[in-house]
């Protein structure tokens, strides 16, 4: 082979072809198919191609090293140029041009060359134009010079009248001639007319030549800025008899210029074309305008754009739906349905480049990302983005992924709010009152469910359950969450973020709910149990047990509308021995629990005070939904409402003290005992359903053992004072008894984990 | 591994299908298209509680060939059914249910997109990338 002599750019040139067909990174031999691909790209006739293969050696060797890939290059740039491929004429042809190549590359280079590939085409209107991948002439490092820009600026001048027909063809697959050189410099152009989409659609044409004319004094006197990847030539459709004929004295140019500006140049050119490395990036100008316009249809700028009305204003564009669609998808980055302001303007900016003739990317790039400011899981895409909620300050609520629990605790505030959307299950009418006596009530609860948590080796998911605990106690209303949540912590590590997530849209729910909604199938539970607890409004009021909650996983922990109070008391749930009297009681009025007014229960309850530590369980129970019901009033009623709560609070106080007085904080050892004695071993939570239901029953029994309750008594101010400190006694008590019930709790689950081991080793057994 | 995705609509049309290796997309058609039944009598048995992850397990339903097809169903009635080669055992039932879900998941992002109409195809690349790529890990 002979030596080869290689210009300056042409050297440059072969080395980025040569990298670009690496593709193994040997840095010594390119594979073939790359190199194949490169010369159908060039578009010789096959026949050609087969020679310079044969010329240069590759089909001796069998593969295309860097000598021979050289001298392949060589010889396409004389093919191209029309000479005879001749192995002499490597050498001898002097001011051969770089070998043109036309064909795909990939999307990334396409942006790169698109940027550089202005030029005439520039100058012409970029609607649908400049098709991506055929169609761009890539310049190579290498070529620019100052007469050629001089020069190329009139041709791009002469360029800017040819029809503009021409770079709207699509896809141009005729091969031109266009130089690269003189894409080159117009690279910078491309940067303007997307910068200046002005208010209209259409008319960029305008923009153009006098863009061309502003980039190319950039260019002139500067090598071409460093290209960022390896590009292939490309030619392109524009006419170019024009620029062939200075071609030749453009080479010239090259050389020289390429020679002496190249050192000096660089570094500021590397500072120029940086700014171009980032083809998407939103000038200042473009960002006011995609404002502006957004402001047009959605006037808060931190509003939401529904999708709709952007349908229809980016259908304005003329671009067909399957690229809008797809714009779409790039841009609307929380998949909400809806574009925020950053959003907007990444899928205009999409738009404009689109219809400039930008290929549109496969992924939102880094400069079009909507800033998500206090997202967790801002850089997450797709599925685990943050899923923010339609107001734009939910941007704090955590996305509906996080499945940190911190993020619960967070977003519980939130909860509140949102409390009426997670509707997985019911609505909870409760609305979370800022009354002081509810915030107490529930800090009540929570300090009490926090004393409890701690302690109870909660198995299913502990901390789901403390997460539960809290919200359930402090809110009442978070039934439904704390329901969600049960369910989730039985099955679904997905759920805790859908509680999360309650502020969020309606597609983190479908997307967890089918979990939610098919838990796996609890324990064997026997039903009269379950249905009796759930029918009860224990289940309301200490859903925070998981155990009760496992029972009641189907039902919702709605609040029951208020019951007028039924002194009758219904039908009830067996009771356990201990409280004799009182169970009788209980038993007659289980479901009476909801009852509000059935403080009448209560004076009964007082009578049976005596009876045991059940009793004040059940006492606290009562207490604990009395003071739920007071909540419930209180929230949703006003005065009359508190009025009885008072009254109720009353009585109940009464009854609290006694019991107060007789019971150690952890009563934990007697009350389970009891229940224990009736437990049959295969059934670990009916008991406490049991236990549980009996304590409603007592409650609902004391409840409707108070037949009037002075209503007019709550007019009094001193009267008002006192049922607020009964209240707070009663606040006290329930909370206990909760601490209590998660104690008994945490015992039955431990009783369950035992039977279950043991189930788990007689299996094996059972399948010999 | 032969694996095949497709997404039916409500009156049972195919959305989207896609399939590893693709020539034989016509027997699946034909395989998802019978399977349709089972999944209609599963919902209907249902009841309430509508979205669900079900398995057919088929066996040998030829004695060429055998393969396993799932079924999952959407609130709004959209069937996806996935076929995958029996000789995959690799392939566990919550692997199965993992893809169900960021199928649906991919499926709901496609639909927030104002510019798909309910019933067109499925054209969006993020949907056939994630498909892609989920092909791509079982086999």
Redesign the interface.
């Known amino acids: 082979m002979e030596g080869l002599t290689l210009s300056e750019a042409e050297q440059r040139y072969y080395c980025d072809l040569f990298a670009y067909c690496d593709t193994e990174s040997t840095k010594k031999v390119a594979p073939n198919g790359r190199v194949l691909e490169l010369f159908r790209a060039a578009q010789l006739p096959s026949e050609v191609v087969l020679q310079i293969m044969e010329l240069c050696g590759a089909t001796r060797l069998g593969y295309f090293g860097r000598s021979q890939f050289y001298i392949a290059l060589k010889l396409v740039a004389v093919a191209q140029s029309g000479l005879p491929l001749r192995v002499e004429s490597l050498n001898t042809v002097k001011d051969l041009p770089l070998p043109r190549f036309v064909g795909p590359k990939n999307e990334q280079e396409l942006r790169h060359t698109a940027l550089y590939s202005s030029d005439a085409d520039n100058s012409t209107s970029y609607s649908g134009v400049i098709p991506p991948p055929p169609g761009r002439v890539q310049v190579k490092k290498g070529s620019v010079s100052h007469d050629a820009v001089q020069q190329r600026t009139s041709t791009d001048q002469q360029e800017s009248t040819s029809p503009v027909v021409s770079p709207q063809q699509s896809p141009p697959t005729s091969p031109h001639i266009w130089r690269k050189h003189h894409r080159h410099s117009s690279g910078g152009n491309n940067e303007r007319p997307i910068a200046g989409p002005g208010p209209l659609w259409t008319p960029f044409s305008e923009a153009q030549p006098g863009a061309s004319t502003t980039g190319d004094p950039i260019w002139s006197g500067h090598s071409p800025p460093p290209h960022q990847e390896n590009w292939v030539s490309f030619a392109d459709t524009p006419p170019t008899s024009a620029l062939l004929a200075m071609h030749p004295a453009s080479v010239q140019d090259q050389t020289t210029v390429r020679t002496v500006a190249s050192a000096t140049t660089a570094n500021e050119i590397r500072r120029q074309s940086s700014s171009y490395d980032d083809p998407w990036k939103i000038t200042d100008e473009q960002r006011q305008y995609y404002v502006n316009q957004f402001k047009t249809i959605q006037p808060d700028l931190n509003g939401f754009i529904p999708g709709s009305a952007a349908k229809e204003f980016f259908t304005k564009s003329k671009l067909p739906i399957l690229e809008l669609s797809h714009i779409w998808e790039l841009s609307d980055f929380d998949k909400d349905g809806a574009l925020t302001l950053d959003e907007f303007c990444a899928a205009f900016h999409l738009v404009v480049a689109r219809k400039n003739g930008y290929d549109l990317p496969e992924k939102l790039p880094e400069s079009l990302m909507p800033k998500l400011i206090d997202l967790e899981d801002t850089t997450e895409v797709g599925d685990q983005s943050g899923e923010v909620g339609y107001s734009s300050s939910p941007a704090e609520a955590p996305p509906s992924k996080s499945p940190s629990m911190p993020s619960l605790n967070q977003t519980w505030p939130e909860l509140n709010q949102s409390s009426e959307d997670t509707a997985i299950v019911h609505p909870v009418p409760i609305r979370m009152t800022p009354s002081k006596i509810h915030m107490q009530e529930m800090e009540l609860k929570r300090s009490g469910s926090d004393h409890a948590n701690p302690t109870s080796p909660l198995l299913v998911k502990p901390p789901d359950l403390s997460e539960d605990n809290k919200m359930s106690t402090s809110k009442f209303v978070a039934g439904n969450t704390v329901a969600d949540g049960y369910s989730s912590s039985d099955s679904y590590t997905s759920d805790p973020e859908q509680i999360g997530s309650t502020v969020t849209r309606q597609r983190s729910h479908s997307g967890t709910s089918p979990d939610n909604t098919a838990p796996p199938p609890p324990p064997p539970r026997p039903h009269p149990s379950h249905s009796r607890s759930s029918s009860l409004d224990m289940n309301r009021s200490f859903t925070v047990t998981p155990g009760q909650q496992q029972a009641g996983v189907a039902y919702p922990p709605a609040v029951p509308p208020r019951p007028q109070p039924t002194q009758g008391a219904g039908p009830h749930v067996h009771r356990p021995v201990d409280a004799e009297g009182l169970i009788a009681h209980t038993s007659t009025s289980p479901q009476q629990i909801p009852e509000q007014p059935n403080f009448a229960d209560f004076s009964q309850f007082e009578a049976l005070v005596a009876s045991g530590v059940n009793e004040e369980e059940e006492e606290e129970i009562e207490t604990h939904s009395e003071v739920l019901q007071v909540e419930k009033p209180s929230d949703s009623s006003g005065s009359l409402r508190v009025a009885k709560a008072e009254s109720r609070i009353e009585d109940k106080a009464a009854v609290n003290v006694p019991v107060n007085s007789g019971k150690g904080t952890t009563p934990l050892a007697p009350p389970p005992k009891p229940i224990r004695r009736r437990l049959k071993s295969e059934d670990e939570l009916r008991p406490e359903v049991e236990e549980h239901t009996q304590k409603t029953g007592v409650i609902a029994a004391v409840l409707a053992s108070q037949p009037s309750i002075p209503r007019s008594v709550g007019k009094d101010k001193k009267a008002i004072q006192a049922s607020i400190r009964r209240n707070k006694e009663t606040n006290t008590v329930l909370a206990r008894l909760n601490s209590e019930l998660q104690q008994q709790l945490k015992d039955v689950l431990e009783e369950r984990i035992s039977l279950e081991v043991q189930l788990e080793q007689l299996r094996p057994f059972s399948h010999l | 591994t032969i694996v095949a995705y497709i997404l039916r609509a409500l009156q049972n049309y195919p959305l989207y299908i896609r399939s590893i290796p693709t020539e034989n997309e016509l027997k699946f058609h034909y395989t998802v298209h019978t399977s349709l039944d089972v999944v209609d009598e599963k919902i209907s048995a249902m009841g309430k509680?509508?979205?669900?992850?079900r398995e057919l397990y088929l066996g040998l339903l030829y004695p060429t060939e055998d393969y396993k097809v799932y079924g999952y169903v959407?609130?709004s009635k959209v069937k996806f059914v996935m076929v995958v080669d029996s000789s995959n055992t690799a392939l566990r039932d919550n692997e199965i249910r993992s893809m169900f879900?960021?199928l649906?998941?991919?499926y709901?992002?496609v639909m927030?997109?104002?510019?798909?109409n309910p019933g067109d195809c499925i054209?969006?690349?993020?949907f056939d990338?994630?498909v892609t790529s989920m092909m791509m890990q079982v086999c």
Do not use: E, G, I, W
């Open positions: 509680a509508l979205v669900d992850q959407t609130n879900r960021k649906h998941n991919s709901t992002d927030c997109n104002p510019f798909y054209n969006s690349r993020a990338s994630m």
